[in-house]
């Protein structure tokens, strides 16, 4: 991974702001996310804002090389007005295609603002995926004068290449 946060990891910030950027390492291996965070949370908690961005982009052979991945009960928010925007880019090359989403939210993760944008943009990669992969149990939630923006593309290679997905969420 470009970037990981383990379990129980933390950030958090006033009026300040919070910017990740992570690229993956090419690799021979599957799995490689520009930005994996794992049972981890996120907050901007100052009145008047700060901003959350998060750019990932994923490399690697085969699948699950995905730009973003917010794993299991990962918590994204802003609540003093703060904008969240997230970037996306999947990798992935060879003969396994897949899963190589752009944004990737798994089960009970989400990602949450008060009277803040909230803006995710993700691009599956070239061997397939999903631009923006939300999984059962995830929530995208912008409340008050938040707006919400999800803009995806999907993958080329291989079978289920969705702009967005939304599975029971």
């Keep these: 991974h470009?970037?990981?946060?383990?379990?129980?990891?933390?950030?958090t910030v006033g009026t300040g702001d919070i910017a990740i950027t992570g690229t993956a390492r090419s690799t021979?291996?599957?799995?490689?996310?520009?930005?994996?965070?794992?049972?981890s949370t996120l907050t901007q908690t100052g009145v008047g804002?700060?901003?959350?961005?998060?750019?990932g982009s994923g490399n690697g052979v085969g699948s699950g090389?995905?730009?973003?991945?917010?794993?299991?009960?990962?918590?994204?928010?802003?609540?003093g007005l703060g904008n969240i925007s997230l970037e996306g880019t999947?990798?992935?090359?060879?003969?396994?295609?897949?899963?190589?989403d752009g944004i990737r939210i798994e089960?009970?993760?989400g990602i949450r603002s008060v009277d803040g944008d909230i803006t995710l943009n993700g691009t599956a990669g070239a061997t397939g995926g999903k631009g923006i992969?939300?999984?059962?149990?995830?929530v995208v939630a912008a409340s008050g004068a938040g707006d919400l923006v999800l803009r995806g593309t999907g993958g080329q290679l291989g079978g289920n290449n969705t702009g967005i997905s939304l599975i029971q969420t």
């Design 2 to 11: 470009g970037v990981l946060l383990q379990s129980g990891s933390s950030i």
């Design 133 to 138: 992969n939300l999984l059962a149990g995830t």
């Design 107 to 109: 089960v009970n993760s």
């Design 49 to 55: 804002g700060g901003a959350i961005t998060i750019t």
């Design 65 to 79: 090389n995905t730009g973003i991945t917010l794993s299991r009960l990962s918590q994204i928010s802003a609540l």
């Design 90 to 100: 999947g990798g992935g090359t060879g003969a396994r295609p897949g899963a190589n």
């Design 28 to 39: 021979t291996s599957l799995y490689n996310s520009g930005v994996f965070i794992h049972q």
